[in-house]
């Protein structure tokens, strides 16, 4: 002061310099194929004390916090962009980016060849197809556990009578066809031949001794 006296305890003010953006990183949410209409992310950032901007399907960025949850989303593809700001206003760019595609349609499954309506064949050979590609398939024979199979599917061994074949898809994204394609047939008994010879009787014949040139006969046979 002007009398000459000095502040012992001078003012201090420290500050940290940070031009560093945080980096977003994603911890948890679907990427590919889901056959679910919701999907739930978890992110976060290397700094703390970050905040949060997302941006669906291209979107303006708005505010949000993790986990993020989305509801009724449509058909198809989808991607989800996230970014963090850190206590110094460092925006990370670019953007955590998830990616994924919504498919809830079941598949169609349809049976291409197999037995005749009636056979005598004991071993019965099926191929089968879906309209999506990438299908698995599960079969069940005469009402049985459904089991995984491939096409061509043969089955030996059949007993005589009616049997039913069963098969649906299931595609890549989990959805199964809830109305597997079907097809029954009929194993029959092979005829037997008949081995018995037939039996030959003759009926009218001629007086035994005759005096005619002439003799008429009438016969009959079992078969």
């Known amino acids: 002061d002007a009398a000459g006296n000095s502040d012992d305890t001078p003012a201090s003010r420290g500050w940290t310099v940070d031009t560093v953006a945080p980096d977003t990183s994603f911890h948890g949410g679907p990427s590919g194929l889901t056959n679910s209409s ?27 916090t993790s986990p993020r949850t989305y509801t009724d989303l449509a058909e198809g593809e989808h991607n989800l962009r996230v970014r963090a700001t850190d206590p110094a206003g460092n925006t990370d760019a670019p953007p955590a980016s998830r990616a994924w595609s919504i498919d809830t349609i079941a598949p169609h499954t349809a049976i291409d060849t197999g037995p005749d309506a ?11 197809s879906s309209n999506e590609s990438g299908s698995s398939f599960a079969c069940s024979l005469d009402g049985g556990d459904y089991e995984p199979c491939t096409s061509p599917a043969t089955y030996n061994g059949l007993a005589v009578g009616a ?11 989990g ?49």
């Open 38 to 64: 919701s999907a739930t992310f978890s992110f976060s950032a290397n700094e703390a004390g970050s905040t949060f901007e997302c941006s669906l399907d291209d979107a303006a960025y708005q505010a949000c």
């Open 118 to 128: 009636q056979t005598t064949d004991t071993s019965a050979t099926f191929t089968f």
């Open 163 to 173: 049997h039913e074949f069963r098969v649906r898809a299931t595609d890549a994204a």
């Open 175 to 223: 959805n199964t066809d809830a109305s597997p394609a079907v097809r029954t047939w009929e194993v029959r008994a092979p005829d037997v031949p008949d081995t018995t010879p037939p039996n030959t009787s003759i009926g009218d014949r001629p007086a035994d001794p005759t005096n005619s040139r002439s003799a008429s006969f009438t016969f009959t046979g079992t078969d």
